[in-house]
């Protein structure tokens, strides 16, 4: 009786476990992709995926074929999802900064707490915003003030605008008032008439 040597997936879909599995290897792909390119994963080329795999093992020792790195990163389509075995995800989490696997799922596992913290404190620390109009001559912004920063720099800004316009008008009209125009008076000179 032949051996049915099929890959099954390791943990039947919808688990919550699965997901969390496939939710550390995105994460750890990630970390590698940025760390062997400097362009998107959509962009490589099989160069790409030659090159990452001998990166990989001259670093770890450990040899992950190019195939298998096109299907983990989704350019090349598999039949069933699997599971990477152990010492893949292990030269993964190697390359991307980590001693092995499991310090990169516990790793991963802090930042996304830290994740979710940094959100709720952000969510609770928003304020409210109403849905009606404020006091203040309807503006639909609750922090409307009328004696904003904002407002005091344009009133502040206007002014200099005003007084600098008015010196130089003022400057102007000065330097107008000094010039001499000849008068009748100061054109009255004597000039000899000849008759003959």
């Excluded at 490589?44 to 093992?57: H, R, V």
């Excluded at 800004?157 to 100061?186: C, D, H, R």
Aim: proline share 5%; net charge neutral.
């Amino acid at each position: 009786m032949p051996l049915n040597l099929k890959r099954i997936p390791y943990f039947p879909t919808g688990n919550s476990a699965y997901v969390q599995e496939k939710e550390h290897l995105q994460d750890c792909l990630y970390f590698v992709a940025a760390r062997a390119s400097r362009h998107s994963v959509a962009d490589w080329t099989d160069g790409n995926f030659i090159e990452l795999s001998e990166d990989i093992q001259n670093e770890t020792g450990i040899v992950i074929h190019r195939n298998t790195l096109k299907r983990l990163f989704g350019k090349v389509q598999a039949g069933a999802e699997t599971r990477p075995q152990k010492d893949t995800r292990n030269a993964l989490a190697r390359y991307a900064g980590f001693e092995d696997w499991g310090q990169f799922v516990a790793q991963n596992e802090l930042r996304k707490l830290e994740i979710v913290r940094i959100e709720s404190e952000s969510e609770t620390s928003k304020p409210e915003i109403s849905q009606g109009k404020t006091e203040e001559e309807g503006n639909p912004n609750p922090n409307y003030r009328g004696d904003s920063t904002s407002n005091w720099m344009v009133g502040i800004v206007m002014l200099l605008i005003m007084v600098g316009a008015f010196y130089f008008w003022k400057k102007k009209s000065v330097s107008n008032s000094k010039t001499v125009y000849p008068t009748s008076q100061s054109l009255q000179i004597e000039i000899p008439v000849q008759i003959s």
